[in-house]
């Protein structure tokens, strides 16, 4: 079994930061990856930024040179750092973990979701 948890969302004015939380926990063999996904409404999802267990990053055009990501390998958990927040920041953001976990009997690769953290930036 696998959880994953975000946490660190509000609302905050333009301008303003914020920094998002994600722990994942169970029974965990590796992960190889982690990213942070949103979705405004009546869009799609997107990705955010995602980091490797080689901790190369990846950003959004949007999102370069404002937010940050990083992780704590120990602690399973993954960070996001938000700077300079606009209105379109505005959504609900995800974790994403893509590794190999424990179910029952075999281990099992695959992507993993949070239930996701409101992110509301207005004035």
């Known amino acids: 079994q696998v959880q994953v948890v975000e946490s660190g969302g509000g609302l905050v004015q333009p301008g303003g930061s914020l920094r998002l939380s994600c722990a994942a926990s169970?029974?965990?063999?590796?992960?190889?990856?982690m990213g942070w996904y949103r979705q405004a409404p009546g869009k799609q999802r997107e990705l955010v930024a995602a980091i490797t267990s080689g901790s190369n990053t990846n950003y959004a055009d949007s999102v370069k040179d404002r937010f940050t990501i990083s992780r704590d390998n120990a602690k399973n958990t993954l960070y996001l750092q938000m700077n300079s927040l606009k209105p379109e920041d505005t959504a609900v953001y995800y974790c994403?973990?893509?590794?190999?976990?424990?179910?029952?009997?075999?281990?099992?690769?695959?992507?993993?979701w949070g239930q996701g953290t409101q992110v509301t930036v207005s004035s």
């Open positions: 169970g029974t965990i063999i590796n992960i190889y990856a």
């Open positions: 994403n973990v893509n590794g190999v976990i424990r179910l029952g009997g075999d281990w099992r690769r695959g992507d993993y």
